[in-house]
């Protein structure tokens, strides 16, 4: 049987579910300011999760993930949006992986990114086809790596 580390291709690191998640939440902070949009946003905060690739159960390996979208903008403004992340991700650290459609009936523009000193994730969506315009919105997800819960911390 593989050890995690040999699943993963690298050691989780230790560390807290809390320092994790508030790191996970700037993140999107500061990608929702690089958007430079103003509509409204989903709320709610990262989240803990069990890292697969372990087969254990999250109270030993864990992965923060914050899922996020911005809505109800004007026209043009959704284009504007990514434009400016294209310029953004890179300037802080991030690597642009895939930048183009996703592969389904409706081409929708993706950006794929991985952040180069965190190894953080970053997948964002504009759902542009919808049936009402009103309904477009910028998709998010910001996920941490698989890291090690410290020892006498709960999750």
């Known amino acids: 049987m593989k050890s995690i580390e040999e699943k ?13 998640t508030s790191k996970v939440d700037e993140m999107s902070s500061q990608i929702l300011e690089w958007t430079k949009l103003t509509g409204k946003t989903t709320e709610g905060p990262a ?17 923060v993930r914050h899922r996020w979208s911005i809505y109800q903008l004007t026209a043009g403004s959704f ?5 400016n992340l294209r310029r953004e991700l890179p300037k802080n650290h991030w690597k642009i992986t895939r930048d183009g459609p996703v ?4 081409k929708q523009p993706q950006i794929l990114a991985e952040h180069t000193r965190s190894n953080h994730t970053l997948v964002i969506e504009w759902h542009w086809k919808e049936p009402d315009p009103k309904d477009e919105l910028i998709y998010v997800a ?3 790596r698989c890291m090690k819960v410290p020892e006498g911390e709960e999750v």
Do not use: Q
Request: hydrophobic content about 20%; charged content about 30%.
């Open 8 to 20: 993963l291709g690298y050691t989780p690191e230790l560390r807290s579910t809390y320092t994790e």
């Open 47 to 63: 989240a803990v999760s069990p890292c697969y690739e372990s087969e254990k159960s999250k109270e030993e390996y864990y992965v």
């Open 79 to 83: 284009s504007e949006g990514m434009e």
């Open 103 to 106: 592969d389904s009936i409706s």
């Open 142 to 144: 910001v996920d941490s």
